[in-house]
């Protein structure tokens, strides 16, 4: 019995620290915007707005999850962060070049396909986007799989 309870506490601390991850991935990555777009004043475009509609809210959700410790969290959670990824995945497929110029959906504003900031000759800013929602979505899943044992 002792060591069932043991067990459980342990899985328990498991799941809590995989969930403080994707908080902390989903706060990060939202100063993170706010900074680039308030401070250094770069002018996000219409797919980096969809992005930042995904992640910002990942912010709360989480942190009442982590409050609660409730891992069903991840029900509200995991819908946004894949729809992130969506976004992220076209986005960074844009930049790229792989996706022909006629599908891009920013049609005023700041063009979707302009890269603004480069870090170490590779590193956008789509590139951190499809980062951060792989990361929250990867630990996500691993809740949600281990919870439903």
Known sequence: MKQSLCNNQSADSRTWQMLFGAWLVATVSTLGALFLG????????????????????????????LLSFDPRA???????????????VFHLMLVAGWIPESIKPCQQGVPCSDVQVVWLGFVTIPLL???????????????HFKSSR
């Open 38 to 65: 308030e401070v250094m004043g770069y002018t996000p475009c219409v797919l980096c707005w969809y992005q930042r509609i995904a992640m910002f809210p990942l912010v709360p959700v989480l942190a009442v999850g």
């Open 74 to 88: 991840v029900r509200y959670a995991l819908p946004l962060a894949v729809a992130g990824l969506g976004f992220a």
């Open 129 to 143: 986007s499809v980062a951060a929602f792989s990361t929250i979505v990867g630990l996500l899943l691993a809740i």
